[in-house]
């Protein structure tokens, strides 16, 4: 019997900001986890602190709200305690790529069996919009009114250079792609599964169009690393999907 | 002459064997005496003074002594470094490949010793031994001396080096036997007392692994710092005897993340660190306040602030503990004082962070971690009964959907449910919250959680505080003599030796640190009109909690050089402060 959606509906009414992709993601990840015929009790999420955290009562599972930057080692720690349980840790690009790079770093390399889900919307969306990692240069911030003064991180880039299994993109302007990439990631049995999901932040950083002109979609992952990481240095032509998967 | 007590003291660069040789000598002569033996050595990889100090003797005995009955010195520098361990008219023992390597003045320093030169590297060398080998010669030397046998000795060696390739027993043996050849007229005069003995000689690294085990620990990881890392090196090799897993962590943050995650996951998961590991840690443990999470932490204290002393020992971590995590939320500290203590803790420190799902600091130090003390076998097998707290086995949901996991009971402590069942869906959350987790804001649900967690304090002030440890007991007396932690084995003795001179003092040794019953502890000390406070740090830590109790605490005896406490200073500092005041 298929498990009903319905199931991961918390009672508890979302707060974000009209617009905002947070609601594609989660109602995406709701699909997902039913689509894949997980009961919510089977599955454990563990969150960042930001407005992807959020989103931890806004779902019905077991959740654990951890520290900002820090959802990686308290989702191992499940994972290696509950192999049966399917553990994902979700967090947000300040808090994935600059707080805690180091557990994403050590987890993708020894490429440990947790999903990990980037909402990546290339700003500190809690905080009221400072810089991240992510951030494109020259864009305008509190911290930088001036423009941001850094080259972005690329987090596909780095991902894709350490051992991670399976290594994807998505955008929230594509909730079907999202949902399907989502679903790929989860079902991924042979180590860590990495998914940077381009997110609209409708307040500090809307991306949906600037996403739409110039993603692409790749229908299969790239036969080689090398072709995998050099697909993902361009910014220009964005491509969305699995990049890899081993 | 004999003696009852007697200290060797052997000191080399490191990568001479020294700490290896040295243990090796201390299981061996275990067997005949009482021993104790400490290892101090640099945070380098060769060079540098490395020491093993074995004290053996025919009544127990918990600590070492600063001077020293005999010192092997294996070149010049270890030779002056540490020549003022060495009592006047103690044997000093050198190759004399050394001592030609002195100048005359030098020379005349020795004088005042027992001076006694061999040619062990040579003898050595004409005998093929390899050079690893070497320091095995003098430790023949030595044992023949006490009433070791040769074939005793080689066949602890094949046992105590069981994994080493069959050259270099060989080679280790045959050391052994030049050693009790050149032998001639050292005399050293401590008779032994048993010929056999089924005690061990552990350090408390290896005491917490075996406590970890027996505490059903499913699950150890660290970040390497030292003096914790021998607790790793154990696991790590005991873990497919017991099937544990062992993990490495990339940061201490990602060791104690982790460990959180485990310990929700109902696996029983350790961490252990040092000082500066610990320090990254806060603001998981401050987590584990606020989300109730059961964790347990050793921290093996080294003299800080920051990198400090590395590989040398200190109490300077108790206000840390007491501290560490922003916010209020209840916490336990324990502090063993030696292997068997050490054992039990461990036990007791995952019953508590289970049955209050919060944090316990079990607090070591490098010398517990790496001193070997003689330990009883019975003391290291006994199993604390496993007590995991409040588990709800038949979880129900609420209509909400949800389990309310942060129910207000009357002790504070909400149950928790078991993990992956249908009915067990809940939220554990590091933002205040209200019974299903549910993030909250200001108002009366923070009151209501924050009341509710810190209940748990008194309930574990109620049902578990430990009130310290009466280790001597004299009827009448004004004094009190208090200490914690790792300086009970030297305290102990020095006490028990000033005893046969005066009985004007009692003895209190606090393994229980945190939260105190100040009460309990007001009515305890009220009738001392002098309490005397000894601890390995400059600040008097433990000071604090006392005047909490209204205990005024009217001397000091600190130590924070790096080193523990030996007896004979030791006893020195007591005797003067204690008979000054004797009626
Ligand atoms: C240790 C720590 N530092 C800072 C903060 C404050 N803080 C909360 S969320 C956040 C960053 C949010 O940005 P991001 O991680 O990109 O998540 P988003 O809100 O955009 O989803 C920061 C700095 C914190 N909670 N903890
Ligand atoms: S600030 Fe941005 S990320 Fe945060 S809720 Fe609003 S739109 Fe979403």
């Known amino acids: 019997m298929k498990v009903n959606p319905q199931e991961y509906k918390s009672p508890i009414v979302p707060t974000w900001c009209p617009g905002c992709g947070n609601y594609i993601i989660n109602s995406m990840l709701m699909q997902a986890l039913s689509e894949l015929n997980y009961h919510p009790h089977e599955v454990v999420l563990v969150y960042d602190i930001g407005c992807n955290g959020n989103g931890a009562d806004k779902i019905r599972a077991n959740v654990v709200k951890s520290l900002h930057g820090r959802p990686i080692p308290v989702a191992l720690g499940i994972k290696y305690a509950r192999e049966d349980l399917k553990v994902i840790a979700i967090g947000g690009d300040g808090g994935l790529f600059w707080e805690g790079v180091a557990h994403l770093i050590a987890t993708a390399q020894r490429n440990e069996p947790i999903v990990v889900l980037a909402w990546d919307n290339e700003i500190y969306g809690l905080t009221t919009g400072q810089s991240a990692p992510t951030t494109k240069k020259g864009y305008k911030t509190p911290t930088y009114p001036e423009g941001t003064p850094y080259e972005p991180l690329n987090p596909i880039a780095l991902v894709l250079s350490t051992n991670a299994g399976f290594v994807a993109r998505t955008y929230t302007g594509d909730p ?3 949902k399907e990439t989502l679903k790929e990631a989860i079902s991924y049995e042979k180590g860590f599964a990495f998914v940077d999901i381009l997110q609209n932040c409708a307040t500090y950083n809307p991306t949906v169009s600037y996403y739409r002109e110039r993603v692409y979609r790749v229908k299969k992952p790239f036969k080689t690393k090398e072709e995998a990481i050099k697909a993902s240095l361009s910014f220009e032509k964005i491509a969305i999907g699995v990049l890899w998967k081993e | 002459m004999t003696k009852k007590d007697f200290q060797i003291f052997i000191t080399g660069p490191a990568g001479s064997g020294v700490k290896s040789a040295g243990k090796f000598l201390q299981k061996l002569l275990n067997t005949y005496y009482h021993t104790f033996g400490s290892v101090g ?19 127990p005995i918990y600590s070492n002594t600063y ?3 005999l010192l092997v010195a294996l070149n010049k520098d270890c030779l002056f470094g540490y020549l003022d361990r060495l009592k006047p008219k103690g044997i000093l023992i050198l190759d004399n490949t050394v001592y030609s390597s002195l100048t005359d003045t030098e020379k005349e320093k020795l004088k ?32 023949k001396s006490l009433s070791v046998s040769l074939k005793k000795a080689q066949s602890t060696v094949k046992k105590n080096y069981s994994k080493a390739p069959s050259h270099i027993i060989e080679s280790n043996k045959k050391a052994l036997q030049l050693g009790f050849e050149l032998n001639k007229d050292l005399k050293i005069g401590v008779e032994p007392i048993r010929r056999s003995t089924t005690n061990k000689v552990i350090d408390c690294a290896y005491a917490s692994s075996l406590g970890f085990i027996k505490a059903e620990g499913k699950i150890f990881t660290a970040y390497p710092m030292t003096p914790s890392t021998p607790i790793l090196h154990y696991l790590a090799k005991m873990k497919k005897k017991y099937k544990i897993i062992v993990r490495q962590a990339s940061t201490e943050i990602e060791a104690v993340g982790f460990a959180i995650g485990a310990n929700w996951a109902f ?19 401050s987590m584990a306040g606020m989300a109730e999470i ?10 800080g602030p920051s990198t400090g002393l590395p590989t040398w020992t200190d109490q300077g971590d108790l206000d840390l503990v007491k501290a560490i995590g922003h916010g209020e939320f209840p916490r336990i500290v324990l502090a063993p004082y030696d292997a068997k203590s050490s054992y039990i803790m461990i036990q007791q420190a995952f019953n ?21 003390f003689e330990t009883k076998k019975q003391d290291i097998t006994r199993k604390i009964p496993i007590e995991r707290g409040k588990i709800d086995k038949n979880p129900k949901l609420d209509k909400n959907g949800f389990y309310p996991r942060y129910r207000v009971t009357e002790d504070g402590v909400s149950p928790r449910p078991i993990l992956g069942h249908p ?29 509710k967690r810190l209940l748990k304090e008194k309930t574990i002030l109620k049902k578990e505080y430990t009130p310290p440890l009466k280790l001597i007991a004299n009827k009448g007396a004004d004094i009190a003599v208090v200490s914690w932690g790792s300086t009970m084995g030297a305290v102990y003795e020095a006490l028990t030796k000033l005893g046969t001179k005066t009985q004007n003092f009692t003895y209190y040794h606090f393994t229980w640190l945190y939260p105190l019953n100040y009460v309990d502890l007001t009515r305890k000390f009220s009738r001392y009109k002098k309490v005397i406070l000894i601890e390995n740090n400059a600040s008097s830590q433990l000071r604090k909690e006392l005047e909490r109790a209204n205990i005024k605490v009217t001397k000091t005896i600190l130590k924070f050089d790096g080193e523990p406490f030996f007896v004979d200073t030791l006893y020195n500092q007591l005797a003067k402060i204690i008979r000054k005041t004797d009626k």
Not at chain 2, 270 to 277: M, Y
Not at chain 2, 423 to 432: A, C, F, L
């Open chain 2, 294 to 303: 059961p964790l347990v932490i050793i921290n093996a204290q080294r003299p």
């Open chain 2, 112 to 143: 005042q010793y027992k001076l006694m030169t061999q040619e062990f590297i040579e003898k050595a060398k004409e005998k093929q031994i390899l050079p690893i080998s070497y320091l095995l010669v003098i430790i023949g030397f030595l044992s």
């Open chain 2, 423 to 451: 009915q067990s869906i809940h939220i554990t959350n590091s933002d205040e919250h209200d019974i299903y987790g549910f993030s909250v804001e200001a108002g009366n649900e923070r009151v209501v959680q924050h009341s």
């Open chain 2, 267 to 285: 696996a029983r998961t350790l961490v252990a660190t040092s000082g500066g590991g610990l320090d990254l840690m806060g603001e998981f443990i």
């Open chain 2, 67 to 69: 001077k020293s009955d």
């Open chain 1, 176 to 178: 079907l792609h999202l």
């Open chain 2, 41 to 59: 050595y640099y945070s380098l990889i060769k060079g540098g003074r490395n020491y093993f100090c074995l004290r053996i003797s025919q009544t």
């Open chain 2, 352 to 372: 508590l962070a289970e049955k209050y799902q919060t944090v316990v600091f079990v607090l070591l130090d490098k010398h517990l971690t790496t001193s070997l």
